[in-house]
């Protein structure tokens, strides 16, 4: 077995024996190459009352390379209006990046998420959405991300 496959089965059985943080649940967990779970931001935030689902593919270098991370835009959900987040799904977000860490879960990462989200001080879209989307790649991990703005 893969180390990837080892530690998603870890990440797995824990959230069955613990369960997940409040405002974030499993849809999705079927195999070791993609999950998708929930996030709802609590509380008196820009978001309450949304809810919306991050999808995570893995490769077979997990969680020594970052998992590939976006907001799910389908028929059901829609990626949140956010400073860092493109209409695509993407999301530029430097613990998706060159601030990766093995120590990472999924779980971590669905916080951090939410916690962005929950800080979030304007809904409006990244300045280069159009011209990102446009020509963005399907995986996020093949961008180049510019991380420059923590202030949102």
Not at 32 to 45: M, Q
Not at 106 to 121: D, E, G, H, W
Not at 140 to 146: G, I, Y
Request: aromatic residues 10%.
């Amino acid at each position: 077995m893969a180390v990837s496959s080892r530690r998603l089965q870890k990440e797995l059985m824990d959230i069955k024996k613990e369960g997940t943080p409040v405002g974030i649940e499993v849809i999705q967990a079927d195999d070791f190459s993609k999950w998708i779970l929930s996030v709802e931001v609590l509380g008196d935030t820009l978001y309450k009352g949304e809810k919306f689902a991050l999808m995570f593919r893995f490769d077979n270098q997990y969680p020594i390379s970052a998992p590939a991370v976006q907001f799910v835009v389908d028929d059901k959900y829609q990626a949140p209006i956010h400073p860092h987040v493109y209409s695509n799904g993407h999301i530029c977000a430097s613990i998706l990046g060159n601030e990766w860490s093995p120590v990472l879960s999924v779980v971590a990462v669905c916080v951090t998420i939410q916690s962005m989200l929950a800080s979030c001080k304007r809904k409006e879209r990244p300045p280069d959405n159009d011209r990102y989307v446009a020509r963005a790649p399907d995986n996020p991990k093949k961008t180049r991300w510019d991380f420059h703005d923590d202030d949102v």
